[in-house]
């Protein structure tokens, strides 16, 4: 028989001001007793959301680009490259 740790992971932490890095929600609704369909399902929409926003950010970053080429002055030609 396993134990739950084993299925679950061991919490070790320190408690510091400031943001995680990390949601532990699923597991505790785990260790909390919920139906296993509910965590598998938020399991599911977390990995999604999380696609969703590399995309978006990607996206983003990817407009930023082309705004920022856009926005540079033409290049001014080189006087010794057209004469060759």
Not at 6 to 35: E, H, N, T
Not at 55 to 67: F, L, N
Not at 73 to 79: F, H
């Amino acid at each position: 028989m396993q134990k739950l740790s084993d299925l679950l992971g061991v919490f070790l932490y320190a408690v510091q001001p400031g943001a995680a890095d990390r949601a532990y929600g699923i597991q505790v609704a785990r260790l909390a007793g919920l139906p296993s369909w509910v965590a598998d399902r938020t399991g599911a929409l977390l990995a999604d959301a999380t696609r969703e926003t590399a995309t978006e950010r990607a996206v983003a970053k990817d407009r930023a680009m082309e705004q920022e080429c856009a926005a540079a002055p033409p290049p001014t030609p080189n006087p010794t490259s057209a004469e060759q």
